[in-house]
């Protein structure tokens, strides 16, 4: 069972493989997702010439797709892939840190739900669940 406000790092990561920035939306950090969206777009335009992509100017078709895919440049390759693999470590580690700050911050946790209790009854008011707390002035 998985928390409720936790984020998963890994799908944080497979959204940025999808499209640079995409993590960052699922963790709703809209200014970062703005900033990988933003370097993509600027790179390719800055980078890709338009002998490039005038295939396009026919049609999104398959084949023009294709045939802009095998004339982008290696370096534009290498470098949109760049991109794409330190947004998707970036993701991971923003959703890390993220967790590791709500443990932090967060007190007990229902056994069963995994929500915070509070501390002054004995069950937990989300589930039910009866919760063993030691008895004030016994040995522990």
Not at 5 to 11: D, E, I, M, T, V
Not at 38 to 63: H, K, N, R, Y
Request: charged share 20%; net charge negative.
């Amino acid at each position: 069972m998985t928390d409720t406000g936790r984020k998963r790092p890994w799908l944080a990561a497979t959204l940025a493989l999808l499209y640079p920035g995409l993590g960052h939306v699922y963790l709703r950090e809209w200014l970062r997702a703005v900033l990988w969206f933003g370097l993509v777009v600027s790179t390719s335009t800055l980078l890709i010439g338009d002998e490039v992509v005038a295939p396009l100017q026919d049609g999104f078709t398959v084949d023009n797709v294709l045939a802009v895919s095998e004339a982008l440049p290696v370096e534009v390759a290498v470098a949109l892939l760049a991109i794409r693999a330190l947004s998707m470590a970036d993701a991971y580690l923003m959703a890390t840190r993220e967790n590791e700050a709500t443990e932090i911050v967060d007190g007990a946790k229902c056994p069963n739900c995994g929500k915070e209790l509070d501390e002054d009854i004995d069950f937990c008011h989300w589930c039910t669940t009866e919760l063993e707390r030691p008895q004030a002035g016994a040995e522990q």
